[in-house]
């Protein structure tokens, strides 16, 4: 959380275009530190209710993604953004330090010294073992298709909407907020629902709700009633996909102690996936003569070839075993 605070202290000092983008990084090096052990830390501690405490997670991420940007927006009126983004620097310094001060005994004693070269290896050779025969390759490749539906459909979006339907800022604000809304409170109850009867088969209901949804956002046109139906229903879906998988990993990985290992190769597989959706969408859009809605129909491709790899997965849920 400190390095996301410098990175946005740096970005509201910074000169220059080119010192934003590296300052941008810093913040981006911290968020990607920051997800994939605390992800693992609620996995380990609440073993029995894996998918909800994941869910909320991102749940609790939707609801800033729907907040900052309308603070934000509302502040920019009265201060510089430069104020905005420095301002956030000291609260972030102060929760990290509230969660280190939370967070230092979890865990129960700390290791003494420990051989990081003989770690390394059995972290590596436990590693491997997770991926053969145990399912988690379906897993991998449905979160990392997920990842590039949802890159082209949510980042394409407001282009879309603008360059196709002629809409205002105002209407695009209110469609990408309904994007984010809806998962705040449908995550955390697809993360119960999981940890009950198994993640198999939520992941398969939202993967096809998902490639129904977005034809239809496509097909709804210029109505408003039935394109804002769409948003909102992709919204209910799209963010539990993430979470479900993360879960599904440290179900299949339990008892080897790689639950931030799995989020972590888990984020970063996502990250270059969905950095590779820009990139096929982006050429797909070109070579149509700049049709948009052309990301639509690419994000349900890529939705459905996810569900066929859910088909996969073993069906995993949450164990009644102690947390740690």
């Not at 991998?140 to 339907?165: C, H, K, N, W």
């Amino acid at each position: 959380m400190g390095l996301i605070g410098l990175g946005y202290l740096l970005v509201a000092i910074a000169p220059t275009y080119a010192f934003i983008i590296v300052a941008l990084v810093v913040a981006s090096a911290g968020s990607a530190l920051w997800h994939p052990p605390a992800l693992g830390l609620l996995a380990r501690r609440f073993p029995a209710r894996r998918g909800y405490y994941i869910s909320m997670h991102r749940s609790l991420g939707n609801a800033g993604d729907l907040a900052g940007p309308l603070i934000a927006g509302g502040l920019l009126g009265l201060v510089s953004w430069r104020w905005i983004m420095g301002g956030g620097t000291p609260v972030l310094m102060l929760l990290g330090v509230i969660v280190l001060i939370l967070l230092w005994n979890v865990g129960g004693p700390k290791p003494g010294p420990i051989a990081l070269a003989d770690n390394l290896k059995s972290q590596l050779a436990n590693l491997r073992e997770s991926f053969r025969g145990t399912g988690m390759w379906p897993i991998f490749t449905v979160s990392a298709v997920r990842g590039m539906g949802d890159r082209s459909y949510i980042a394409f979006l407001p282009i879309y909407l603008q360059e196709q339907l002629s809409m205002g800022p105002g209407w695009i604000g209110i469609y990408v907020a309904l994007v984010a809304g809806p998962g705040i409170l449908s995550g955390p109850l697809f993360g119960i629902l999981s940890d009950r009867i198994g993640r198999k088969s939520i992941i398969a209901f939202c993967m096809l709700a998902a490639v129904v949804l977005s034809v239809t956002t496509l097909l709804s046109g210029s109505s408003i009633t039935l394109s804002l139906l769409s948003v909102t229903l992709f919204g209910v879906f799209h963010s539990s996909v993430n979470s479900l998988t993360q879960a599904a990993a440290i179900d299949v990985a339990e008892g080897r102690g790689l639950d931030a290992t799995f989020m972590g190769l888990m984020w970063g597989s996502n990250a270059a996936f969905s950095s590779a959706a820009f990139v096929i969408v982006g050429l797909v859009i070109k070579l149509t003569n700049d049709n948009w809605g052309i990301a639509f129909y690419t994000a349900a491709a890529l939705f459905f070839a996810g569900f066929l790899a859910t088909l996969l997965m073993p069906n995993s849920k949450s164990t009644n075993a102690q947390p740690t």
